[in-house]
């Protein structure tokens, strides 16, 4: 059985940093791709970037050269380094595997 379990998330100014994990369990990030996903309130959810098994990595445009997705497969799991945060970054953030999701974890970028 999959399980995903988000941390990480909080209150950050704009231009902060925000590192979020994805810890799972079922999984091999050798072989599973990992996404993140984010879900703003009152819109519709969003996928954010992706690593695959082999390491290729991709990310939607809107957070190209701010953030980063990475991963530590000795601890199955996958981080997501974001910067320069804007209050347009505001969501739940969420972690997908196959058909599994993580229960999410808020960022919110207010001054």
């Known amino acids: 059985q999959v399980q995903l379990v988000e941390s990480g998330g909080g209150l950050v100014q704009p231009g902060g940093s925000l590192r979020l994990s994805c810890t799972g369990s079922?999984?091999?990030?050798?072989?599973?791709?990992i996404s993140w996903y984010r879900q703003a309130p009152g819109k519709q959810r969003v996928w954010v970037a992706t690593i695959h098994g082999g390491g290729t990595t991709y990310y939607t445009d809107a957070v190209k050269g701010r953030v980063t997705i990475s991963r530590d497969i000795v601890k199955n799991t996958v981080y997501l380094q974001m910067n320069t945060l804007k209050p347009e970054d505001t969501a739940t953030y969420y972690c997908?595997?196959?058909?599994?999701w993580g229960q999410g974890t808020q960022v919110t970028v207010s001054s």
């Open positions: 997908n595997c196959r058909t599994t």
């Open positions: 079922g999984i091999s990030l050798r072989t599973d791709s």
